[in-house]
């Protein structure tokens, strides 16, 4: 009736994602922070 | 990119594509719009921005207060769903229109967040269509009693798609409107009615599914057609 394992096995592995990039916030900002930074620079750099 | 006025495909071919279509539709089609914008748009026309901006700023603060809106009328599951993802979009079109490094790295994490959470919420909604033959909400209630691990997960990625403190979607929310305060108050204001009101649905849908008195007929259906246990 409830969740079968295959089930279950997926949810939990998209809910550990989910954890694992709430906590670890900060250091996915640092990652992102690269692209983010070209992209507003080369935005910038059209003025 | 579901943007207002432009989102009407995207319920209908929620609501006609298969559990996995619905989960890569929510989780990487939707984005490949934010992609283009954030790529090519943005860096390309940004002298031309004062032409655009208001009327970027009003699309978005109408789809995210629109999108919302609709989600609270609609009586398939999918749709629900479907219009939250076109809220969540049009939240992530006005962090990338804000032009400032917060908007538009809120918006890159509301997406990769909303991503996760919404194919997610579509594989719950897929499980209860595998037993129950139906997504309409009329037929569920009370399924926390004999459904405890499909409540559990349900509840959680519920929370993550109002933008719960803790998970990601709260971090690109908060991010894009510090982005947002920067640039336009008023679509910052439209933006937060339009969180306030995904909390709003976001509660009654969890509310509506899993409290309340269950169905026996769901329930002695649920029983004699499912072979899938522990």
Known sequence: MDLSVREFSILFILTIFTLFLGINAESILGIIDKPTMYIVNKIDAKL | ?230
Not at chain 2, 92 to 112: E, P, T
């Open chain 2, 1 to 230: 990119m579901p943007v207002f006025g432009l989102h009407i495909w995207l319920p209908e071919a929620h609501v006609e594509a298969p559990t996995s279509v619905s989960m890569l539709l929510a989780s990487l089609l939707l984005k490949l719009g934010g992609y283009g914008f954030l790529h090519f748009s943005l860096p390309f026309f940004y002298k031309e921005k004062s032409l655009y901006l208001v009327c970027a700023f009003l699309l978005g603060v109408l789809g995210v207060i629109f999108g919302s809106g609709a989600a609270l009328h609609q009586f398939d599951l999918k749709r629900i769903i479907a219009y939250s993802s076109v809220a969540h979009m049009n939240l992530a079109l006005l962090g990338l229109f804000s032009f400032n490094y917060l908007g538009i790295g809120g918006s890159v994490i509301l997406m990769v967040a909303h991503g996760l959470v919404s194919a997610a919420l579509f594989f719950l909604i897929g499980v209860l269509y595998d037993r129950f033959f139906t997504r309409l909400i009329y037929y569920f209630a009370g399924l926390a009693r004999v459904m405890p691990l499909f409540s559990i997960y349900f509840l959680f990625f519920t929370l993550a798609n109002m933008g719960f403190p803790g998970t990601f979607n709260f971090l690109g929310e908060f991010y894009i409107f510090l982005g947002l305060k920067l640039v336009n108050e008023a679509a910052l204001l439209g933006g937060v009615f339009g969180t306030l009101l995904s909390a709003t649905y976001s509660i009654w849908l969890y509310n509506k599914v899993c409290f309340g008195q269950l169905r026996l007929d769901a329930f002695v259906l649920t029983q004699t057609t499912n072979s899938k246990n522990w």
